[in-house]
């Protein structure tokens, strides 16, 4: 069943072209060249100016600027949880108690989300921040999130959510949009995704669920000038973006229509004190397995995909199911994406090249991006 929650009244790295068959996928690994290492692309003890300054110093344009954590969590009595906390919008929550057999289909989940972006119920200038030697904290009416790596934190109250959260990173530092010092007034983006494990408390509706054992995912993204629309790439089959951890490695993959019937993907696996990045052709994809229409959005959308990659240090085989969802409309330049946040598991199996094997049963969440409306303005920005 799911827990009554009323709604309330840079161009990446690297592109990787994802076949459309898992098995070629696979028997390819027989002929292809050994994927590549991208350890310059890594941070694994990343300090806070690396973690991205709040405006750049050489700075003087507008600027869009991105920090926050998605939490996934089975609490300390057995709820499944999906909790948003990102700064340049309003808090989402979706906490589901479905069995076995239930989390085998979509469930038309109510949940708790309100607005989209801080001028929908704020002024300007309402969204505080701090920055030392050692901290950056970000805080918005009752909510502070701070950074001091490895260590990050979630307090206090913000669109009806009260979090009291610790987070510690458990990967290495992605830049998947590039490092921070690459933003200028001149234009550019930067990026960093990385995987923590998460403990403390969530209080939503009166209701207070403990977490002993969650993870969390942290990105950090600034882009300078006009923020990209994305409107182009998240047409068709639109762009998901995966994070699944078990209690001995994790991965976190993103994919992008560019048309054609092929995706472009990005991903990192975290596995014995390793964080692997794929960002080459043939090495990995993503394949939907099973839609499901929303009775709301009226939209049909996958609800169930299979996730294989090569990598230097083994194969990975994955299967994420999705179960309940809350959803937002992303209003962009030219057109609106609308976005359905999935609450997930996944059966996982990475093998090792040496033979050895690690299969886990996962706790996952998915994004699932996808262009609703396009005005078809000729800028592709």
């Not at 344009?61 to 089975?74: E, H, I």
């Not at 200038?125 to 490895?150: F, H, I, M, Y």
């Not at 990045?277 to 169930?304: C, G, H, M, R």
């Amino acid at each position: 069943m799911s827990l009554l929650f009323p709604t309330p009244t840079y161009t990446p790295p690297g592109q990787l072209l994802a076949s459309t068959s898992t098995a070629a996928l696979l028997a390819s690994s027989l002929c292809i060249p050994a994927p590549p290492s991208y350890t310059n692309l890594l941070a694994p003890g990343f300090e806070v100016p690396q973690d991205g300054p709040i405006v750049p110093d050489n700075y003087t344009k507008d600027l869009f600027s991105d920090f926050g954590y998605v939490v996934r969590a089975r609490t300390d009595s057995e709820e499944d949880l999906l909790l948003w906390l990102f700064l340049y919008r309003q808090s989402a929550l979706l906490v589901t108690n479905y069995t076995g057999p239930e989390k085998e289909i979509m469930h038309n989940t109510p949940f708790l989300n309100k607005g989209q972006n801080l001028d929908d119920y704020y002024s300007p200038g309402s969204l505080q921040w701090n920055e030392t030697k050692d901290e950056v904290t970000w805080k918005l009416d009752g909510r502070e999130l701070a950074s001091s790596p490895p260590y990050y934190k979630a307090r206090g109250e913000h669109g009806g959510i009260e979090v009291n959260l610790d987070l510690v990173q458990w990967s290495d530092l992605f830049y998947q949009i590039g490092p921070f010092t690459e933003v200028n007034s001149e234009g550019g983006g930067a990026g960093g995704i990385l995987h923590l494990k998460a403990s403390g408390t969530v209080t939503a509706n009166n209701i207070t669920y403990t977490i002993s054992e969650g993870y969390a995912i942290h990105e950090r993204i600034i882009t300078a000038g006009v923020v990209p629309a994305r409107l182009q790439y998240m047409g068709g089959r639109g762009s998901p973006w995966f994070n699944s951890w078990g209690k001995q490695f994790s991965f976190w993959t993103m994919g992008t229509d560019i048309g054609n019937d092929t995706q472009s993907i990005q991903m990192f696996i975290n596995i014995d004190n390793q964080t692997i990045i794929v960002e080459e052709p043939l090495y990995a994809q993503i394949n939907a397995l099973n839609s499901w229409f929303d009775p709301k959005t009226n939209q049909i959308n996958p609800s169930k995909w299979k996730i294989t990659s090569i990598t230097e240090l083994g194969t990975l085989d994955a299967t994420v199911t999705a179960y309940g969802r809350y959803y937002y409309t992303w209003i962009r330049r030219g057109g609106t994406i609308l976005v359905h946040s999935y609450i997930a598991d996944t059966v996982a199996t990475f093998t090792r090249k040496n033979g050895t094997v690690v299969s886990e049963k996962q706790v996952s969440m998915v994004e699932y991006m996808r262009t609703l409306y396009n005005q078809g303005l000729d800028e592709v920005v």
